[in-house]
C-alpha cells in the first residue's frame, strides 16, 4: 500500500488520522499550517437571520463576540462544522452536502438575511436574488514549511490528502521550492475546486464526489491499490 499523507491544520490533523486508523489506513501527519484568529467587528444584528458557516474554524477561533450571535441559528457547509457549531453552543437549522453556494441555492425562495463567517480567503458566493449575505472574516491561515523529514518521506511517493484549496497550493509552491518529482505524488482532495491551485504534472489527482472526509479517506484507499 502506498504512503497516505495528510497536511491540514490541527485540530482537523489528529481528526483525519484517527479516521483513517479506524478504517484501516494508516495516515502520516504533518500540519503545514495554522489557524490564527483575526481581529474582527459585529454587524448590526438587528436584521441577521442566521449564520453561514463553511468551516469549524469559525467556531474554534471567533473569540468572544460568538456569544452574541448564539440566538442565530446555522446554516453548516457540511456534518464537522455543524458538530462544532453545537459544541459552541449554536442551534444548527441545515447542514449542507456540496459546499456553501449549494447550500445557499437550495434555500426556500422567501428573504433571508445571513452573517457569513469565513477565513481570510475563502471561495466567493453569489447569492440568489432573496438572499443577503453580510460577511465577516474571523480567522486567517498561516502556513509553514515542510521540514526536511517530511520532504525525505514525500519523494519516495504517495498520496496526499488535500483540504482546502489554501493548502493544495502551498504543497504544491513547497514541493517545487524543495525540488520534489511531482510524478511521484497523487492528489486526493476533499472536491473538485481544490485541486486548481495544485497546477499540473502530478502522479494522479482526484476529487471525492462529496466533500465529506469519510469519502475522501474511501478516495485515498482506491488510489493506494
Known amino acids: 500500500m502506498k504512503r497516505v499523507f495528510a497536511i491540514r491544520p490541527e485540530p482537523g490533523l489528529t481528526s483525519t488520522i484517527a479516521a483513517g486508523a479506524a ?24 436584521g441577521i437571520d442566521g449564520l453561514l458557516v463553511g468551516s469549524a474554524n469559525a467556531f474554534r477561533h471567533g473569540g468572544e463576540k460568538l456569544e452574541a450571535l448564539q440566538h442565530l441559528p446555522v446554516l453548516a457547509v457540511g456534518q464537522a462544522t455543524a458538530e462544532a457549531a453545537e459544541e459552541a453552543g449554536f442551534a444548527v437549522s441545515m447542514i449542507g452536502s456540496g459546499g456553501l453556494q449549494s447550500l445557499l441555492n ?9 452573517l457569513r ?12 436574488p432573496h438572499i443577503e449575505l453580510t460577511s ?22 504517495g498520496v496526499v490528502l488535500l483540504h482546502s484549496a489554501g493548502a493544495a497550493k502551498h504543497f ?23 485541486l486548481g ?19 475522501l479517506l474511501a478516495l485515498a484507499q482506491d488510489m493506494c491499490q
Open 117 to 128: 463567517l469565513s477565513g481570510e480567503k475563502h471561495v466567493e458566493l453569489e447569492p440568489p
Open 197 to 215: 491551485p495544485a497546477g499540473m504534472g502530478w502522479r494522479d489527482v482526484r476529487a471525492a464526489p462529496n466533500p465529506e472526509e469519510s469519502e
Open 136 to 157: 465577516r472574516i474571523v480567522y486567517r491561515v498561516q502556513n509553514t514549511d515542510i521540514p526536511d523529514d517530511f520532504a525525505a518521506l514525500l519523494a519516495q511517493g
Open 23 to 46: 478504517r484501516g489506513l494508516p495516515i502520516t501527519g504533518f500540519a503545514l499550517s495554522g489557524i490564527r484568529p483575526c481581529g474582527w467587528t459585529l454587524p448590526d444584528l438587528s
Open 106 to 114: 437550495s434555500l426556500p425562495d422567501q428573504p433571508r438575511h445571513l
Open 172 to 194: 504544491a509552491d513547497e514541493c517545487d521550492r524543495l525540488g520534489l518529482d511531482r510524478q511521484k505524488i497523487a492528489l486526493a482532495a476533499l472536491g473538485m475546486r481544490i
